[in-house]
């Protein structure tokens, strides 16, 4: 079993709708990363979380150290949101999902 | 600021051939991370360093490969000899500190034949 597990492996949405995506880890960790990784393979940091909850316009991430959870909501999606979502738990190191595709259609 | 510099951006090599891959991080920035992404295991820690040293190699998947972190501007991720196995993408990034949210480099797609 992988110590991070992210599901669901792939999520197709109309523009508009509210996107979760879920991330659960076995691991101690002292934080979490949520990555987007755009279709030409750029990698950009999006939240990077120990505790409650983040907020960057219309990302959300929450955690929840006590059921080793956190999940990544994007409101209002609209197809430029379209890419591969990566959470990776940091402990030592950096343990990573295998990563969420989503593809949001106009 | 021009981020995180990767050269080359790709590199094709045929098996055995020393490949030598290059980093330049965010003026500032204290840690450096090397990563591989394949489509089989994803992303991958490789090593990282905090001021130069580094830190944690148990990422490194064997002797072939090897990084140094000479300055603060500058690291090298090296391939010698490299094989078909090796062909990945790697990325580095870099933070403020090894806690600190990290950017990343556009990557250096390698193919090996």
């Known amino acids: 079993k992988n110590e991070v597990e992210q599901s669901p492996q792939n999520l197709t949405a109309q523009e508009g709708e509210f996107i979760t995506i879920n991330c659960s880890y076995s691991v101690g960790i002292s934080a979490l990363h949520w990555l987007q990784q755009h279709p030409g393979g750029g990698i950009v940091s999006l939240f990077m979380l120990s505790s409650g909850k983040k907020k960057h316009g219309r990302l959300i991430a929450t955690i929840n150290i006590q059921e080793k959870h956190s999940s990544l909501h994007i409101t209002a999606s609209h197809p430029r949101d379209s890419a591969v979502y990566i959470c990776a738990a940091e402990v030592n190191d950096m343990r990573f999902g295998a990563g969420t595709r989503l593809t949001v259609k106009p | 600021d021009a981020g995180v510099i990767q050269s080359p951006r790709h590199e094709v090599t045929e098996m055995g051939q020393e490949v030598t891959l290059r980093c330049k991080p965010i003026?500032?920035?204290?840690?450096l991370f090397w990563y591989r992404q394949t489509m089989m295991r994803g992303l991958e820690l490789l090593i990282y360093f905090n001021n130069n040293v580094p830190i944690d190699d148990s990422g490194m998947p064997e002797d072939r490969f090897s990084a140094k972190m000479p300055n603060a501007s500058f690291s090298t991720l090296k391939i010698q000899p490299s094989e078909p196995r090796d062909s990945a993408v790697y990325f580095c990034a870099s933070s403020l500190g090894a806690r600190e949210t990290q950017y990343f480099g556009p990557g250096t797609r390698l193919l090996v034949l």
């Open positions: 003026s500032g920035h204290n840690s």
